[in-house]
């Protein structure tokens, strides 16, 4: 019996001191938020995003340049909401009912963002992110940060700080 237990605790030794050089190896994770802009999937990090609203009523403010849409009021505090599409080179069109405003927080500036439509909010792996095309027009190389495949169709990531960043310098 004592040579049965000197066994088996030794078999348990080995296995514990086998166990301790496991290494997780998780891979890094990172939330986006995926929209349609005029036909186009893009994603914000889910970081960058703190709310998803649909059916807001905006208010139009003269005299403001055509990519900001107007303001919205966030529970008493006052936002102003950015055409994406302008900023990105589309051409202006009307929301649609369908239409959702995401606030977002970036390059020193808090806003809400129009876009068509959301399509998904999910948990990508960190490797499956591939690097922006050296072929993306002038404009949008600096604030596509990534490309990913959703549902067999691209999503080019922006990156909010350097778009709030350029939309900052660009109305100065």
Known sequence: MDQEQS????????????????????????????????G?????????????????????????????????????NIESVIRLAELLGKPATDPAPSSSILRGQG?????GIRVDRVVDVLDVV?????????????????IVSGLIRHQDTPVAILDLDRLFEDYQRGQG
């Open 107 to 111: 390059g020193g500036m808090h806003s």
């Open 7 to 38: 066994g088996l605790d030794k078999i348990l030794s080995l296995r514990h001191d086998a166990s301790a050089k496991i290494v997780n190896v998780d891979e890094p994770i990172v939330k986006l938020v995926i929209f349609e802009l005029d």
């Open 126 to 142: 960190q490797s499956a992110i591939q690097p922006p095309p050296t072929t993306l027009p002038e404009h949008m190389r600096r």
């Open 40 to 76: 186009e999937w893009f994603a914000f990090s889910g970081e960058s995003i703190s709310e998803i609203m649909s059916a807001v009523e905006v208010f139009f403010v003269p005299g403001c340049p055509p990519s900001l849409e107007g303001v919205i009021n966030v529970r008493g």
